[in-house]
């Protein structure tokens, strides 16, 4: 069987075909997968609140070519922002073979004085919202889909979701103002890691798979407060000497939407460059230099 099959990689990652919908998608990482799927000739949905945002990057990403990218305007905070979504992009094609839940948020705040509301939002717009957008979207996503070229969901996490260090500590990151925690942010992402998990389980005999991702900082708009900040310190703590940039992030979102993974599903892939699972601590950098 292996001497008849193709494993050319201009068919193994052929993205042609693809429709994908990015939520989250004007900026940040989001913006790094639309640009990917559309530079290889996919047709892209990006989906966030800001109409000005969405129309500068589309723009940009259709000059880039040659797929094809448009945008909705969503505000995926509640159920209804969700259903709305669903509607749209259902009125503008009748099938996807990606989705990208990307949407989220942070919320910074002292540890005892955190708002209820910083819960709140943060728990609906991280995991709630890729509940309903994927059930909804659940019809778009079987259309055509078989098992040997199933459609995907990919839900973004964050290495937050498994790191377990003193959020308030700029040593654990630098990505809040001192004394500051974002203490609903990282179980937010750890229920976004299980909900992917529980739907890998469910629609995988429909021939959807469900992978989940896990960045460590990359640069976005909600990381850029840390960079600005506290750069030192959030190299300090990468084996590399460097955080992440567009293609490490893109590399493997096209994977993840690609035949060549066609039998992956229920998977948490961490994207940090060793920062947490390698043993490595800044000091051991500064005692090889000695």
């Known amino acids: 069987m292996t001497s008849t099959t193709n494993l050319h990689v201009s068919n193994l990652f052929d993205f042609r075909n693809h429709i994908a919908l990015v939520t989250g998608g004007a900026s940040g990482l989001g913006e790094m997968a639309a640009q990917a799927f559309v530079q290889n000739g ?12 969405l129309k500068k990057t589309a723009d940009r990403l259709n000059a880039l070519g040659p797929g094809k990218c448009e945008y909705i305007v969503a505000d995926l905070k509640d159920r209804a922002g969700c259903d709305a979504l669903v509607a749209e992009t259902k009125r503008r094609t009748d099938r996807l073979t990606v989705l990208l839940n990307n949407s989220g948020a942070t919320w910074g705040a002292p540890y005892d004085d955190f708002p209820e509301s910083g819960w709140d939002k943060i728990m609906a717009l991280n995991v709630k919202s890729i509940f309903y957008t994927t059930a909804g979207l659940e019809p778009l996503l079987l259309k055509g889909a078989s098992p040997d070229t199933p459609s995907r969901v990919i839900n973004i996490a964050s290495m937050a979701a498994i790191m377990t260090g003193d959020v ?15 203490f609903s942010y990282g179980p937010s992402k750890a229920a976004c890691v299980h909900l992917s998990r529980i739907q890998a389980s469910k629609l995988a005999p429909k021939n959807i798979m469900v992978n989940c991702v896990c960045p460590g900082v990359f640069p976005s708009r909600m990381t850029s407060f ?21 293609s490490d992030f893109a590399g493997v979102i096209l994977f993840l939407s690609s035949l060549g993974s066609a039998h992956m599903t229920g998977n948490v892939i961490e994207l940090d460059g060793g920062a947490t699972r390698s043993g490595w601590r800044g000091k051991a950098r500064a005692a090889a230099k000695i």
């Open 168 to 182: 308030t500590s700029t040593e654990s990151g630098g990505l809040s103002a001192p004394g500051h925690g974002t």
């Open 42 to 53: 996919a047709r892209v949905i990006i989906a966030s609140r800001k109409e000005s945002e």
């Open 226 to 246: 840390g960079i600005e900040k506290f750069e030192d310190t959030l190299t300090a703590g990468q084996p590399t000497g460097r955080i992440g940039k567009p």
